[in-house]
C-alpha cells in the first residue's frame, strides 16, 4: 500500500548547470541540473546508490548504479542529447518506446526508430515523496501529450519508484486514448543493462527454439558478417547455447531474440543475468499486459549490451508487426496500463530468485 506525503511539480526553467537539492526524506536525497547539452535531469540518491531520471525528455532512467556497480549498458552517448534522433541518445538504461510505433522501421514504414514517445518532450512532470510497504520512497512522473490531425491523439503518464533502501525501479505507464476512434498502439520498455562474460541467464520460458526464437532479419542500418550469420544459424536451432556469456561469441552488431514468458502464479514472469559475482540484474514484469518478450545483445568494440524488453508487440517496425497482428488497439476514451520491475539484486536475493523460476519451470540451474 502506498500513501503519497508530498508532491513537487517540476519546470524545467528550475534546471542549472549547478546541481542543487530539490528535497530529502530518510537517507534519501533528490538534486536537480542540467547537462551540457541542456537536458534537464534528477539524480535520486538512496542508501544503495542512485539513479538518473530526465523528466522532461522521454522520462528516460538515464542511469543506475547500486551497491557501486553501474547497471546500464556502455556505449559511445555518455550523456543525453537534446535531440529526436534515436541513435544520438542510446546511452540510457531505460527508455519507454512507442506509441504510434516502435522497432527498426522496414521499407514500407515511415516511422522514426522506437518511435515517438522514446525522446517526446513531456509538458508536465512531478516528484512524489512517500511511504509503502518497503519504507520511504521516492517517485518521478509525468505526462505528455501527443496530438496529430488525422493521426493519434493520446496522453501517456509513466512513473519510476525508488524506494530507500532498495536497488528495483517501480516503473508504471498508462495511456489514454483521447480520439473519439480507435487508436492503435504499439509499447516496449527498452531495459539496457551491462553483459559481463560469463555472466548467465536465467528465465521463465521453456529454453527451446519455439519459445527463443532469434531474429534472422537485421535492420536496413546494419551489416551483419558472415561468422554472425552462423552463429544466428546456430542460435535458431539451440537458443540455449547463449545462456552463459562466453567472451568468443558474436554479438556485433547485435542480436536479437523473442521470448515467450511464463508466468508465476502471481501473474509475474522473470528474467535474470546472473553475474560472476552472484549478483543479478533483473526484470519482473506481468505477460497479460506486455506480453511479448525481447532479448537484446550487442558486443562490439564500441558498445557492450544487454537488453531484457519487454513490450506489446515485437521490434521489427509497424508492418511487419501489424502483419503478425502485434498491434494492439484502444477504444475511445480508454487506457493502456502496464507495471513491470527492473534493476539490481544481491546474492542472497538472486539465490532466492533463481531457485522460484527453476522451480516454476521444472528445471534444475543451467550448467
Known sequence: MRNVTARINLYSYQFKADEKEIASIGEMRVTGFRYQSGVAALR????????????????????????????????????????????????????????????SPGPEDDHPIHGELVNAKYQKAWLEAGVDDEGNYFAVGGEYLHSAAFGNHYTAAPTVRLNENGSLLHVTMRVRNLNRTPMEYMYLAHINFMPIDQGELVYSAKYDAD????????????????????FVDNLAMDPQIHHIIKPEFTFDPEIVFMIEFEKDMEGWAHALFVNPDGSADYVRHKPEQLDHGVRWICRTPNQQALGMEVGTAGVEGYSVEKAKGNVKTLAPGSEFFCEYIAGYVDKAKTEQLKERINSQMGRQSYQ
Open 44 to 103: 535520486i540518491q538512496n542508501s544503495r546508490g542512485e539513479i538518473i531520471v530526465l523528466p522532461f525528455h522521454g522520462q528516460k532512467i538515464w542511469d543506475a548504479v547500486f551497491d557501486g556497480r553501474r547497471i546500464k549498458m556502455q556505449t559511445a552517448v555518455t550523456e543525453p542529447k537534446d535531440t529526436q534522433d534515436f541513435l544520438l541518445n542510446m546511452g540510457g538504461f531505460l527508455f519507454h518506446c512507442g506509441m504510434s510505433a516502435m522497432g
Open 211 to 230: 519459445h527463443v526464437k532469434i531474429r534472422s532479419s537485421f535492420p536496413s542500418h546494419m551489416q551483419p558478417t558472415t561468422k554472425l550469420k552462423h
